[in-house]
């Protein structure tokens, strides 16, 4: 089980003085004569500057001795650039340090480039890398740096999602005998799995401890994890192939008898409603089981 828990360009003349509006003195705008339609023409260009490189914003740079319209916009454009991709280097400090910072940062220019940010915040930004890294040809057969940012991001949304009372084992026990065949189970809204080919997690969990002395490989049998959060605690552990397959019946709305069923691809059928119980037990005890109900109502 594992847890996871110099001066300025401003301050030397450089920085843009693009109709510094926060600033500017009431008498000084109403002489620009800037409305509310132009500021939003004024954003418009500028940002169409940063994601389509339009010029259309110079005509609004106020040009100086020290630093021309071109070198300020060049500020602006090289800093939205670095910004981003210190999000995603935080978001995705595993695969930082699997790629370096050379190839890394070159994925990041990429990634922005197809994938300009469209949130307020930029907590959600990187939430498309796995599935870019996943389209670039450079990684159809070394697909460990997709496997690494698929999982960092699950860990991410782990710890982001929405709060849930957990179930406790006296509530399960108090379910009737004869609604079990059709109890369905509610899952934590912060459980995530996903599947490994490579030592996905052992290069990951050696990071935590600021080491790279693993070299990637591809492991002898497909590997599988869980991933949810414990009140502030995200965890994770490894799964086995018939474990994550009823998960996803759950996930999938299926009830206790389809579950027992699906079991049955795994075990003699004598057994396995003693296997399903077992496997509600630990996960009671792994804190991912939020609620057991029925079509006729929820069981709390």
């Known amino acids: 089980m594992a847890v996871c828990e110099q001066r300025s360009a ?15 003195p009431r008498s000084n705008l109403k002489k620009r004569n800037i409305n509310m339609k132009n500021l939003l023409s004024l954003q418009q260009d500028f940002q169409n500057f ?48 699997l790629l370096g910072d050379e190839k890394f940062k070159k994925i990041a220019s990429e990634y922005i480039k197809h994938h300009p940010s469209c949130f307020r915040s930029v907590r959600w930004f990187g939430m498309y890398l796995s599935k870019f890294l996943s389209e670039d040809n450079n990684y159809k057969t070394h697909t460990m740096p997709i496997e690494l940012a698929q999982f960092e991001w699950h860990l991410s949304e782990a710890f982001d999602a929405a709060d849930s009372q957990v179930l406790t084992l006296n509530e399960l026990l108090n379910v009737a005998a004869e609604e079990w065949p ?12 996903g599947y490994l080919q490579w030592n996905t997690l052992s290069f990951w969990q050696a990071t935590q401890q600021n080491q790279i002395n693993i070299e990637p490989a591809v492991l002898e049998q497909q590997s599988h994890y869980l991933i949810w959060r414990n009140q502030f605690h995200v965890k994770f552990r490894e799964a086995s ?21 699906r079991l049955c691809e795994f075990h003699a059928p004598e057994h396995v409603a003693l296997i399903a119980v077992n496997l509600l037990k630990k996960w009671i005890s792994d804190g991912i089981i939020a609620d057991t109900y029925t079509n006729r109502g929820i069981y709390m």
């Open 10 to 24: 401003k301050n030397r003349g450089l920085m843009p003085s693009i109709v510094e509006l926060s600033t500017a």
């Open 50 to 97: 940063l994601l389509n490189k339009s010029l259309d914003i110079e005509k609004h740079i106020v040009a100086s001795e020290q630093c021309n319209a071109n070198i300020r916009l060049a500020i602006y454009a090289n800093a939205y650039v670095a910004r981003l991709t210190e999000v995603l280097i935080k978001d995705y400090p595993a695969l930082y340090m």
């Open 182 to 193: 059709i109890m369905k189970i509610k899952l934590m809204p912060s459980l995530r799995m």
């Open 241 to 261: 192939r018939e474990e994550m397959v009823v998960v996803e019946d759950i996930m999938n709305g299926n009830n206790f008898a389809a579950i027992c069923e």
